[in-house]
Structures are given as C-alpha cells and as structure tokens.
C-alpha cells in the first residue's frame, strides 16, 4: 500500500516538474484562436503572400465579432422611467419644447445643448439608449414601426436632456440647405462650431474623443469616395412624398425591393446614414453618435409635414387611425411592426400610440424649417436667390467650415488622455454597407469645380449667388470718396478652414484688405 502511494506520489511530482519546465506565455501576447489558426493553414499552399494572409485572417476573425452591446439591467431600469410617468400618454415633465434647425440656434443654445449631451455621455445614459437602439433591430427597422418607434425614441432622448437643462430642446439638421453646397462636405456642420470633423475619429468639436457602439472612438466618414457614393436628402425628395395621402405611400411594407423605393421615408433616411458613414452606418452603432439624434428629428419633422398634409382638405385622413394593411406591415413579414404590438423598450406604449396627434401637440413641435429671405436670421445661412431656378422665392443655404468661429466647448477635458496614438498609431476602418438609393456622385475628395458641375446638372445650369460683404470706406479728410465697393464671397470656391485655424476670421481678413485698398485708390482718385 505505501509502495503504490510513493510510485503515484513520485508521478505526480514529476508531472509537477515538467509543466513547471515549460516556459510560461507573456500575459501580455495574443494567442491566436484556433479559427484563425485553421484560417492560415488553409492559405499555406495559396499563392498569397503569408504575413498579408494571416493578417486578413485576424480582420475577419474580428469583423465578425462585431456584435450589438446587450441592454443590461439598468438599461431596462432606465427605461421603466418613462413607463412610470406614462410618457406620451401625459405631458412631459419638462413641459412643452420647439425644435428647430441646429444653425438658427445661437451661440448659447448650442453650447447649452452640447453640455447637456455631454452629461448624458458621461453619465452612460446616451449609451443605455445606444444599446436600447442597436438590439433586435428588425422589430423597429424595415417596416410600418419605423416612423413611430423612432418618433417616441428620440422624444425621451429629448426628455432626459431636459432633465438636466429645461432650456434644451432637440434641434435638427436640414440637410437640405447642405445639399445647395457644391461639396455639401464642406458644409459648416462638420466644424466645431457644430458637430465636429466627419473625416475619420471624431477629434474636433463638442463630440469629440467620444466612445461608441463599436467600443471604439467615434469615427465618421462623410461624403465617402466609392462605386456608388450617397447622397443627401434634398427638397425634390420631400416635394414628391407630399404628392401622397396616406401612411402605407411613405414606409415599409412586405416588399422585395425594400432599396429600390424612391418615395420611401425610410429609405431616403438610410441614405443619410451612408453618407455620415463611420459609426452612423452601421444600424447597431449608430445611435452613439449625437447626429443620430438630429438626423432623426428632421425625418420626423418630414413624417409631420407629411401628417399635416394628411389632415387637411386635400387627402382627409386621420392621421392617428392610419396604417399599413394587414400582412403587409415588414418587409419579410418581420415581427413587431403590426399596429398592436408592444414598442420595444417603451412595452407600456404600441406601434399605433406613435401616431398620436399628442405627441406634437403637448411633447414637442416644430419650428419650420428657415426661407428667405430671413432663413432664421441665422449666422450659418444666406439665402441664395439663384442656385435653383425652379424656385424663384430662393432657398436657404448652408455656409462653410470657413465661418465657424464659436470658442470651443471646454467644458469637459476630454483631450489630454488621447494625446497619444491608441495602438501604435493603427487605424480600424469598419466600411459603410449602402443601404440608401444612389447618390448623384458627389465627395468629399473632388474638387469645387466637379461638385459645382454635378449640382448644376441636378438643379439647372446657374451660378450659385454670392454671399455679400459690405464694407463702408471713409474717404479721409478733405477728399471726396468716389468708389463705392461691394465684396461678394464665393461660395463654392470655400472648400474648408486651415487645420490650423490660420483663416479662421475669413471676413476680417478680407475687409482689413479691402480697407487699405480702398484708401490708397480713394486717395489717388
């Protein structure tokens, strides 16, 4: 009996000893999973270059982990909020809001905005509503749920903003008076005076060094170069959806040409999504990034254009009793978008409670998009009279990067840990799936000249007008002043600010130029 526990003992000491032999793994090496293993065996006798191969086998071992973040305990939390206080079914409790157009804020409305949002970010809350977006997708996209889930998810963003400024209301881009731009890129939108840059990580503006869906930085990729580059929303889109009457000619049904629909709201709304790219094109991650949010309140404000138009004497519809019929309600016959089933997320509400007339009648309305000639006696806008000659009354366009001069929003330091590069300086780049209909071509990466030459095929062969700057020159003492000057900056030749804010005061430059011109020739003269 003893020689037997000595013989097991002795063997157990030697197993001992040589798994102590073996040389411990680094905690801090990677370990390749067997899928990528199997992946890199199966390319040994290609004629492939190796290392290239096994790098694209890491690629997409990890692609295809890209997975929705789950909603978690206290996302469901979160969220009964609104069921207790019967959100939607009563006023809110912050009490009545107008959004309007993100450029007719000002300057302290916007920067009371951004604050605002970056509580929600600091706090968790905009990712609980991140993750409430990017999980079972399919009951809230592609079908008749879409307009109102998106219309009740938006407002409780809108409410918990509210919580911690009253003064804030939701606002929306009208990237319809973006599209007027030659290069609708250059639009002052992308400027941190706004949303910050649209080229790549998010590392400029109020948004800026902001974690998303991905777990990853914000990153965007506006305006993309590709086969078949999106394109903005412009108002040709929104005219036609008004040439109809009811609910089912606008949205999503049991269709097999879902992309193909030119009168769908829904799918004109995916077009945006490619054309911010980054982040915002991805369905699952998209609603990380604060433009979501204004995004979706202009396609809500469409949806209520379209309402009006339902109710009155032209269609006679009831806008609250409308819907898609009967089997015809997703595309795929999805679940979740029939009019009775539950909101995910907001189960104490239904997909035809998001068709209440309340909603904009005691939660929130809207401020009509800006006209001419005032466009909302905004800073951001001019109304340009000749860029689209179908509409004589002008249309309201969007300045440039270039008159972005708002001081920067510091309230929270959000620099100083990514002054150096994250991973040696290695760049991820999740490519946009297009969803949307084609664009008309225009990038971020061509020239003024191409831009112009495409939007004047798509709106008529005119030159944009020229924004007015007036300067007054007082001839000097015991002269008479005999020139008279009128400075217009072009607009499309503006293609965006120098990254290092060396032409940030455009106009001042200009006119200190124009003054000493001026002066000289009203001398000589």
């Known amino acids: 009996m003893c020689d037997k526990g000595f013989v097991a003992l002795s ?3 030697g197993l001992l000893a040589v798994i102590e032999s073996q040389p411990s793994c680094p905690s801090n090496v990677f370990q390749k999973p067997q899928e990528v293993l199997d992946c890199e065996q199966r390319a040994q006798n290609e004629p492939v270059n190796q290392t290239l191969a096994s790098e694209g086998c890491m690629r997409t071992y990890f692609v295809n982990r890209v997975t929705a973040n789950p909603l978690l305990p206290e996302d469901y939390a979160m969220l009964n909020e609104f069921a207790a206080k019967k959100f939607g079914k009563k006023p809110p409790v ?35 509503f991140g993750r409430l977006h990017g999980v079972q997708m399919l009951r809230k996209h592609h079908g008749a749920s879409f307009l109102p889930w998106h219309r009740v998810y938006i407002a409780a963003v809108e409410e918990k903003l509210r919580e911690i400024d009253p003064e804030v209301s939701l606002p929306y881009w009208d990237y319809t008076m973006d599209y007027y731009l030659p290069l609708p890129s250059d639009s002052v939108i992308w400027s941190s005076c706004f949303l910050g840059n649209g080229d790549g990580t998010v590392r400029e503006g109020p948004f800026r060094n902001m974690y998303g869906g991905f777990n990853t930085l914000i990153a965007r990729d506006i305006a993309r170069n590709g086969t078949c580059p999106p394109r903005l929303i412009n108002k040709d ?12 000619n606008i949205t999503t049904g049991n269709t097999p040409i879902y992309y193909q629909q030119v009168n769908n709201l829904e799918v004109l709304h995916d077009g945006i999504h490619d054309w911010v790219g980054g982040d915002m094109g991805n369905g699952a991650q998209a609603s990380y990034d604060p433009v979501f949010f204004m995004h979706h309140a202009f396609i809500d404000y469409i949806w209520e254009q379209f309402r009006w138009r339902q109710s009155s004497l032209m269609c006679r519809v009831n806008v609250e009793k409308d819907y898609r019929e009967p089997g015809d309600y997703a595309v795929n016959n999805a679940p979740g978008h029939a009019p009775w089933e539950e909101m995910h997320g907001f189960e104490y509400l239904q997909n035809r409670d998001g068709l209440w007339r309340n909603w904009t009648t005691a939660v ?9 000639p005032e466009c909302g006696n905004s800073e951001s806008l001019y109304c340009d009279m000749d860029v689209d000659p179908r509409r004589p009354e002008g249309v309201c366009v969007t300045k440039t990067k270039l008159f972005c001069v708002d001081t920067p929003l510091t309230d929270f330091d959000k ?11 290695a760049t991820v780049i999740l490519g946009t799936i297009h969803k949307g209909l084609p664009g008309d071509g225009r990038t971020r990466f061509m020239s003024q000249e191409e831009g112009l030459a495409i939007l004047r095929q798509q709106v008529g062969h005119v030159n944009p007008s020229q924004q007015p700057i007036l300067h007054d020159v007082k001839a000097p003492q015991g002269y008479t002043p005999t020139l008279n000057m009128n400075l217009h900056e072009v607009v499309y030749v503006v293609s965006s600010a120098d990254g290092q804010g060396a032409l940030v005061k455009y106009e001042d430059i200009v006119k200190g130029l124009v003054t000493t011109v001026a002066t000289i020739l009203a001398c000589v003269l």
């Open 364 to 372: 929130y309305g809207y401020l009509p998009a800006p006209k001419c």
């Open 94 to 128: 912050s009490g009545y809001r107008i959004r309007r157009d993100i450029r007719v804020l000002s300057v302290t409305e916007r920067q009371k905005l951004f604050r605002a949002f970056n509580v929600l970010y600091k706090t968790g809350v905009l990712a609980q």
């Open 11 to 13: 063997i157990l000491w």
């Open 415 to 425: 620099d100083r840990p990514f002054e150096e590069p994250l991973g040696g300086g």
């Open 237 to 248: 889109d929104i005219a036609e959806l008004m040439d109809f009457c009811y609910f089912a």
